[in-house]
Each structure stands twice: as structure tokens, then as C-alpha cells.
């Protein structure tokens, strides 16, 4: 112990963020199984703001409204989240 130092404790806050910091940052590999999309997507993300990756452009045509008012939108929520909470 004596080769490498003082030695520092860090925090569970501090060891998260520099988790999440690693993730961000390192290399797509590190995740071995390639059915966890997530990681890969948030990597994804990352080089998209940082202007590494480009997707192609597209345009929305939206021809009709799923939902005819505010309260109809609301009621579909609700009852999803009433189903959701009776599992």
C-alpha cells in the first residue's frame, strides 16, 4: 500500500456520477451482452450532440389527430394507469 499512495474514500454520489461518466465515454465493447440497448443508446446520444453521428433527415406528415381533445388525451392516460396499478 505503501507503493501506490494515500487512498481516498469517495462517496456513493460522487461514484455514480463517475459511472455514468464512464458509460457516456467509453466504447461501445464494454457492454458484452447486446441485448441491453440502454447504455448503447445513451453512448448513441452522445455522439449525436457531440455532432460524431449524423442521422438522416426527415419530415412528419401527420394527416390525422389520434386524440380529438386535452381530456380525451387525459383519459387515455388514466386508464393505462389504472390498468398499470391493478397488475
Known amino acids: 500500500m505503501t507503493r501506490l499512495g494515500g487512498t481516498f474514500r469517495v462517496s456513493e454520489a460522487s461514484r455514480d456520477f463517475f459511472s455514468r461518466v464512464f ?28 455532432g ?16 380529438r381533445t386535452r381530456e380525451d388525451v387525459i383519459l387515455y392516460v388514466n386508464f393505462f394507469i389504472h390498468k398499470l396499478n391493478k397488475i
Open 23 to 50: 458509460i457516456l465515454y467509453s466504447l461501445p465493447q464494454y457492454w458484452e451482452d447486446e441485448t441491453q440497448v440502454g447504455p448503447n443508446h445513451l453512448l448513441n446520444m452522445l455522439l449525436t450532440n457531440l
Open 52 to 67: 460524431k453521428m449524423e442521422y438522416p433527415s426527415y419530415s412528419i406528415v401527420k394527416t390525422t389527430n389520434i386524440f
